[in-house]
């Protein structure tokens, strides 16, 4: 039995197992084939606007406006179509799907109205300015204006050369987006033909309607800047094909040199445009001297009044607003006047050098006038831009005041003048600014002829663009103050002013502590408060100097000087209690550099009083910061206030039975033999007191010490030699003593005891 067992679990019943297995899983498989195929192969249900992105991409030439016009007819009447199925049904989730398709519906439709409006643009421009300048007779004028079109067609050029760039840039992440949506949409088409369960395939179904939607949105974007692209491409194509302007310039130029053309053209241009500036300038002047009239009658009624009314006040400054503007109007007219004497020069010129009769000779001279000219206009192009800022925003505030509200029968008509002059003289400005601008390309372009004519460019000339480079950047206008620029210049300036006023200042203040120790004999800390003080004057007046020498308002330190104040009382009562503490010490002296002073039982010398705090030097090498109020505020022992005397003091003790007045002699000749100790005042023994264990002297005496160490040694001489006279003299210096009393009313035991032993026993014991 085990036998057959063993036969039954050997290799060949385990390969008939797997036979076995094998052929019902092969079973299974062709059962679930025969269950799955069926489904796979019945035909999807057809979706509305189901179009792919592909099918789009096959229709001919999609970007044309009858391509683009037969796709909007279909996406509206499939708008019409999901608008129907919206209103028919009520499932939240069908409305909610079908909201989202109408919504993608929409941004489709929004994308095939741009691609109709580009697709529809005009292609055909108007003549050109080049064109309609070659029309006429060669002038100087029209010279200009062949370079002044140069210029733009370059600029042009260089502007659709970028616009062209992000149109393509546009285009390929475009594409790259219709790209990834038609892999999204694959993906839900895939997801749906595996659908098998009823609910599953429906929201597959909708989840492949919202991809096609999406596809197609790409592709229509992509639609939308491929025509986009081909705009910019036809524009640039167009630009470049525009006649070379260098052969007009060069046809023009060789004609001036001929004599050809209008010889008259540019004074008569010239005269026309005085004649119009003098005709504005008159203008003005007559609205003026009306304005004026007004001005002054309303001062009268507001002089005659003794109680006027606001609206009276409004008037006046309403009318002499107007009056300034049109003075500042008519001082721009004037300006514009002055500035066509040389604009009629610089044309000369340029007409002198085309027709090459031009003296080499002045060519230096005219460089170095018209680089001045083009200096002088960018200075006036940057004026002017203040100017308009300025009147741009006195305007922008007169118009907001009336739109405000209906003002007064009397303020209202003349704010509406004073918003017409501004507006009249903001006209002038910009006109103004308009011809600097002409004005100085027209130099720069007559200054770059003449550096041609004159070939090689020499050292000097590149020195004279260097400084002219600095001078720019030395003039740049970094902020204003009070109306007042603040150039890099002033800045710079300021900069150096300071540091040579600081300089000077510790120097200065050097000088006059020297001055006062070595001239006026005041002692070093005197000096040194003269000197501390000197420095501040000098400092601040200084830096007062330096900043009135760059022009810088010092009304502009008013706000400044504000929060400083208020920082000060709020944040800094400390600082400024121990900074103006620190004043007084300097005037007061109760302590001064180089005094002896004792604070919080620590003796030192003072070596620097300074605006917060001062430094005192201990005996032992330690360094002390005082706050200044502390000497103010605290008891402060001052050992050399008025003088170097100090009083020192010995004390000595002999025993009793001594003869005192020898004591006091020896003691007197010891202080005065010693140097140091003063005659005057005299020195004085005094015989203290009976005490205990010793008769008491005390030696009293004045010294010249600034230092506790010196009072010290002088006291440690005088003991020395005490010493050594009552050595001399066999006086002996007490010690403490006690008497002892014994009680011998009894006898005394006496007990001898022997080195490390037992005491010997008595008899008894």
């Not at 895939?190 to 989840?207: C, G, I, M, N």
Request: net charge negative.
């Amino acid at each position: 039995m085990r036998a057959m067992q063993r036969s039954r679990s050997g290799p060949g019943c385990a390969l008939a197992l797997r036979v076995r297995v094998a052929t019902s899983l092969g079973a299974l498989l062709a059962l679930l084939l025969i269950a799955v195929l069926p489904a796979a192969a019945q035909p999807l249900p057809e979706l509305p606007g189901a179009q792919t992105g592909a099918a789009v991409a096959e229709a001919a030439e999609p970007t044309s406006r009858d391509a683009i016009a037969t796709r909007r007819a279909a996406l509206a009447a499939e708008l019409g179509d999901v608008e129907e199925a919206l209103a028919a049904t009520s499932d939240p989730g069908t409305r909610a799907h079908l909201g989202e398709v109408r919504d993608r519906l929409h941004a489709i439709d929004s994308l095939l109205r741009k691609q109709a409006e580009l697709a529809g643009a005009p292609r055909d421009a108007d003549p050109s300015r080049v064109e309609r300048v070659a029309e006429g007779a060669p002038s100087i004028l029209a010279l200009n204006e062949l370079y002044e079109a140069q210029d733009e067609i370059e600029a042009r050029r260089r502007w659709l050369a970028e616009a062209l760039t992000a149109s393509r840039n546009a285009l390929a992440a475009a594409r790259e987006k219709l790209d990834a949506a038609e892999k999204e949409r694959r993906a839900a088409r895939s997801t749906l033909e595996a659908a098998q369960d009823p609910s599953v395939r429906a929201e597959a179904e909708r989840a492949l309607r919202l991809r096609q939607l999406a596809s197609r949105t790409a592709q229509e974007r992509v639609h939308l800047r491929t025509l986009e692209t081909r705009l910019a491409a036809s524009e640039q194509e167009a630009t470049a094909r525009e006649t070379d302007l260098a052969e007009r310039i060069a046809s023009m130029r060789a004609a001036l040199a001929r004599r050809q053309g209008e010889s008259d053209a540019l004074i008569a241009a010239l005269a026309a445009r005085e004649g119009e500036i003098r005709r504005d300038q008159r203008a003005a002047e007559r609205s003026l001297a009306t304005l004026e009239l007004r001005l002054e009658a309303a001062q009268r009624r507001f002089a005659s009044q003794s109680n006027p009314s606001r609206e009276l006040l409004e008037e006046v400054d309403a009318l002499a607003a107007s009056r300034d503007a049109i003075r500042q109007q008519i001082s721009l007219l004037d300006t514009r006047l002055e500035r066509l004497d040389a604009q009629r020069t610089t044309w000369q010129r340029w007409l002198a050098l085309v027709r090459d009769e031009a003296p080499r000779e002045e060519l230096p001279v005219w460089s170095e006038e018209l680089a001045g000219q083009v200096d002088s206009l960018a200075q006036a192009e940057v004026h002017h831009e203040g100017l308009e800022r300025d009147l741009e925003r006195r305007l922008e505030g007169i118009q907001a005041r009336l739109a405000r509200g209906p003002e007064n029968a009397r303020t209202r008509p003349a704010l509406e003048e004073q918003r017409t002059a501004l507006a009249r003289t903001l006209d002038v400005a910009r006109a103004e600014a308009a011809d600097l601008a002409a004005d100085s390309r027209l130099s720069q372009r007559v200054l770059g002829e003449i550096h041609d004519r004159t070939g090689r460019i020499d050292p000097l000339e590149y020195l004279a663009r260097a400084m002219r480079a600095a001078q720019g950047v030395w003039s740049y206008e970094i902020t204003t103050v009070d109306d007042a620029p603040i150039t890099v210049g002033s800045l710079v300036l300021a900069l150096v002013f300071f540091g040579a006023g600081l300089w000077a200042a510790r120097h200065g203040s050097g000088f006059v502590g020297r001055l006062a120790t070595d001239r006026f004999g005041l002692d070093s800390g005197a000096a040194h408060a003269f000197q501390t003080l000197s420095f501040y004057v000098l400092l601040v007046s200084f830096t007062l100097l330096a900043l009135r020498a760059v022009h810088f308002p010092l009304t502009a330190f008013t706000v400044l000087g504000g929060a400083l104040a208020i920082g000060i009382g709020f944040g800094s009562q400390n600082v400024m209690n121990n900074f103006i503490s620190g004043l007084i010490l300097m005037l007061e002296r109760p302590v001064r550099a180089r005094d002896v002073v004792e604070v919080d039982g620590n003796h030192g010398t003072i070596e620097n009083i300074g605006a917060r705090s001062t430094q005192i030097r201990s005996t032992d090498g330690r360094h002390i910061v005082v706050p200044n109020s502390f000497f103010l505020e605290n008891n402060v022992v001052n050992w050399t206030l008025s003088d170097d005397l100090i009083r020192a003091k010995v004390t000595v003790g002999v025993i009793y039975g001594s003869p005192t007045r020898l004591v006091e002699q020896l003691i007197r000749r010891v202080v005065d033999e010693d140097e140091q100790v003063l005659a005057q005042p005299e020195p004085i023994i005094v015989f203290e007191e009976f005490g205990d264990n010793s008769l008491n002297f005390d030696a009293y005496f004045w010294v010249n010490a600034r230092s506790p160490m010196q009072v010290r040694q002088v006291q440690s001489r005088v003991r020395f030699r005490i010493d050594d006279l009552f050595r001399e003299h066999d006086l002996v210096i007490a010690f403490p003593q006690r008497d002892v009393h014994l009680d011998t009313t009894s006898p005394i035991e006496v007990r001898l005891v022997s080195g490390g032993g037992e005491p010997p026993r008595s008899e008894d014991g």
